[in-house]
């Protein structure tokens, strides 16, 4: 799809970075104007999925996660987290509310999250290789005439 | 994420602040429920009123809090939730197993 605006990060899977990519992508979605209530979803959804890879796609091990933001067409923003872990051996179960494969410490609300918060959520999987979830929202915004798309 | 806290009349007050998420609860929870541990409250209060973001890993300490205190047969408060953990607490349905408000519970 055509973007407008395209930021790439990657970084190694360490808790610490669960802050720093909640920060990078409000600063990103900053240029499209959006409402703090919609980049407190924008973040929320964002925690949630790298910390799955963290937790879930590098259980053992320390691998590299790929945050890719764009803007698209319509103020949609999209968010694609990908890493190279172990995968999800069964995602419609992993959808499930409260379903989690991590310990006490997790709720397993983290994909009802993400669902509830974007308007899109899509996950591709293969065990052993890797997952990407990528995530759309449409920024409504406050409207500021002055934050348009410059060409 | 820093805490305070304070025990009067059998009720515990933990003021959370900061950021929410798996980076750092873990060791909220621990410290959490060593204050219960130690101070065996009948009311337990979590203060939401400094916290700047939560993620699911709220959900996952507020779970684990109410567990504590059900143990103890006390009862848990979550008292002046800002909008954004609130939104987060709403999703999970949460407040169908412990009391949720925006105000500062009564002294």
């Known amino acids: 799809m055509k973007h407008e605006n395209e930021a790439v990060i990657r970084f190694p899977s360490l808790s610490r970075n669960e802050a720093f990519a909640r920060s990078v992508t409000a600063a990103f979605a900053a240029q499209m104007d959006p409402t703090v209530d919609e980049l407190n979803d924008v973040k929320t959804a964002v925690s949630e999925a790298v910390t799955n890879a963290i937790v879930h796609a590098y259980p053992d091990r320390v691998g590299p996660v790929t945050l890719r933001l764009r803007r698209l067409d319509d103020n949609i923003l999209e968010v694609t987290v990908k890493d190279l872990g172990c995968g999800i051996e069964d995602v419609a179960q992993a959808r499930q509310p409260m379903f989690t494969t991590g310990g006490a410490d997790r709720s397993g609300m983290g994909l009802t999250i993400m669902e509830s918060f974007m308007n899109a959520l899509s996950i591709r999987s293969r065990p052993g290789r890797g997952t990407t979830v990528r995530m759309k929202k449409k920024l409504v915004g406050r409207g500021d005439p002055d934050c348009k798309p410059r060409s | ?107």
């Open chain 2, 1 to 107: 994420m820093t805490f305070t806290s304070f025990l009067q009349d059998k009720r515990l007050t933990i003021l959370l602040s900061g950021e929410i998420d798996h980076h750092s609860a873990r060791e909220t929870m621990e410290a959490v429920s060593e204050k219960i541990r130690v101070y065996l409250p009948r009311y337990c209060e979590l203060d939401f009123g400094a916290v700047t973001f939560m993620d699911s890993s709220g959900i996952a300490l507020v779970i684990h809090t109410l567990r504590a205190m059900n143990e103890l047969g006390g009862k848990l408060r979550l008292t002046s939730v800002p909008p954004q953990p609130r939104k987060v607490l709403l999703a999970s349905g949460i407040q169908n197993l412990v009391a949720l408000s925006q105000e500062r519970s009564p002294a």
